[in-house]
């Protein structure tokens, strides 16, 4: 046979030869292609996921706005890795009861205030500071606030707030509102003479900042107060302020914001709320709310901690995510670690001190 005949073959065997390994290397390509996750992992199933709000809204409205979340979360974690077979919600009996339910391992994440995170930090874990629109008003002087009204949001995303007091249009909330507008400052006694509505004793805005303000204007705390009731929500409290059940009530800054309808539609009043309370004290910076999970969920490891990080993160940029947690006026989301509340800390220990 010819050199011809030899090189022929030699030429077609070697495309045939290149053809095979064309064919393996699609076939190792799909085989080494990523099934699902991030990682290229097999997902990870998870039969349920619980997550609790504390109280800071009436219930019911929780439930209505957070309703969406389930199937949002599902997604986004499905992205990451994890299989889930359903979110369960709710919306705890008060701030404590969520901590006690992670403190159980019972919640496995909970939308917390940072006092909240605080009381329950050898049980939850920050992962979240949520951020939020900056407000137009952010004076320590109260004046300031009633000269500037109404309170509205602005561009600027911040990871503190404040918490202020409110004066109401009972006859003793005018008095009040009064000294403070014509530019004299309130003594121990005008405060005390009025009825105050407060949050529970783990309420950052609503229990712990005011104490706060307290202890430094007059070195005395709510407890000292003569006349104190509690609430067991914010709607609660300007429920009560509309009817003039109370004089003062103490809530978030922006908080006139949220019941600018109910008060005239629901609670009765014939004025709008920027007309009938004025700011009569302001807290100094809290850091703002938190995402946090159980050190003692059953589920719970870093690879969930991580996906459900970023699964917060995501869905507070899409729009469906930012009408779910807007029910706590949260906007985003940015990692957060323990030290971050080292001043809540703080906070707490002067807490501690005060009631000894």
Known sequence: MSNKWFKGLGIALTSVMLLAACGNDDDTTEEAAPENGDNGDEMVEIDEISVGFVPSRDPDEIYVATEPLEDLLIDELAEHGFDVGSIEITVGTSYEAVGEAMSAGTLDVGFIPGGTFVLYDDSAEVILTSTRAGLNNDSDDPAEWNENKPTEGTD????????????????????????????????????????????????SAGYIYPTIWLQENFDQSLTDLSQIVQADSYANSFARLASEQVDLIVAYADARRDYVDLWEDEYGRDASIWDETDVVGVTPGIYNDTISVSQFSDIMDDDLKNALQQAFIDLAQTEEGQEVIAIYSHEGYEPATSEDYDVEREAQQILREVSE
């Not at 003594?187 to 105050?196: G, K, R």
């Open 156 to 203: 600027e995303q911040v990871t503190y707030y404040r918490s202020i007091l409110i004066a109401g249009p009972s006859e003793k909330g005018r008095e009040l509102a009064d000294i403070i507008n014509s530019g004299e400052e309130l003594t121990w006694e005008d405060v005390d003479s009025a009825s105050w509505s407060v949050m529970n004793s783990s309420s």
